[in-house]
């Protein structure tokens, strides 16, 4: 089980709760699609992703942005119990999308960036601390069901 | 991983001229937020009376670093050989886990992406990431 002080929970739950998912959650993962390109793997059916310009015009990429974003709200509401919360999320993503679990670090990153980005110096070396662990223990459960 | 083409090493040289002004800053506000954000990294550091971000070693050091970056950037057609002696440096004294690197890379990418939040775009990002694992690379050479 994961320790979280109250100020932990409450930079998480401030970042979500002033986050525009329309905008970073595409963000993220078309960034993450140009940065480690191998990523593209899991998008064959999405249409054009030929080139940096079509995956960032892509309308099938801009609606999955934000739903992978959207995933996140159930671990900012169980931050206590992120591991079963996520625990049907990871035999989804292995047993069905068969996506490696080391890109999911790799979009977590992207995801991490594209939030530094948009806070500006307002992400201070604290609350990226405390991002990038819930990001870890996210990414942590959604490789727990890989067997 | 892949080397670097002639696209990346101009988005690199281009991007560069817009980071040079501010280096130093961007160095420190880097390796601060690595000694915060990964304290296993402060190990390289005991011998620091004080090394939290803003601090004069860490305001000193993120300089020292950025000097290196310029330098690698100046020398970006032959990496290896341009970074000889840092890499003797790295190797034989600091001994720093190569693993590490990749650390304060990350920090300074984020780091760019807050100075920079229009330019860093995605394609200037991939070329940096590429460009900094390259350097590393050739940090790494005379480790064994």
Redesign the interface.
């Known amino acids: 089980m994961v320790a979280w002080s109250d100020q932990e929970r409450s930079i998480i739950t401030s970042i979500f709760s002033n986050l525009d998912y329309n905008d970073v959650g595409p963000k993220a993962l078309i960034r993450c699609l140009i940065v480690y390109p191998w990523t593209q793997r899991y998008f064959a059916s999405f249409g054009n992703l030929y080139n940096a310009d079509a995956i960032k015009t892509n309308p099938n990429i801009q609606a999955h942005g934000t739903k992978i974003l959207h995933g996140l709200d159930r671990a900012v509401k169980n931050m206590d119990d992120i591991k079963t919360t996520y625990a049907e999320l990871s035999v989804l993503h292995s047993e069905k999308l068969h996506v490696d679990p080391d890109n999911f670090k790799l979009l977590a990153d992207c995801l991490t960036i594209v939030i530094a980005a948009k806070m500006g110096s307002g992400f201070t070396p604290e609350i990226q601390e405390t991002f990038q662990k819930f990001l870890a223990v996210v990414v942590s459960a959604l490789g727990k069901q890989y067997h | 991983m892949t080397s670097l083409t002639a696209k990346d090493k101009d988005t690199v040289k281009a991007f560069w001229g817009k980071i040079s002004p501010k280096a130093g800053a961007i160095g420190a506000d880097a390796l601060?937020?690595m000694l915060?954000?990964y304290p296993q990294t402060k190990t390289y550091f005991s011998h620091w009376k004080d090394m939290s971000?803003g601090s004069g070693p860490v305001k000193k050091h993120g300089a020292t670093v950025m000097a290196g970056v310029a330098d690698a950037v100046a020398k970006i057609d032959d990496l290896t050989a341009g970074l000889l002696t840092l890499s003797e440096l790295h190797a034989f004294k600091l001994r720093v886990d190569p693993a590490n690197f990749k650390i304060l890379a990350?920090n300074l990418?984020?780091v760019l992406?807050?100075s920079f939040?229009n330019d860093?775009t995605?394609?200037v990002?991939?070329a940096m990431?590429k460009f900094l694992s390259a350097l590393a690379l050739a940090l790494s050479e005379k480790y064994r």
């Open positions: 601060g937020r915060v954000v971000p990350h990418l984020l992406a807050i939040p860093f995605p394609e990002h991939v990431d």
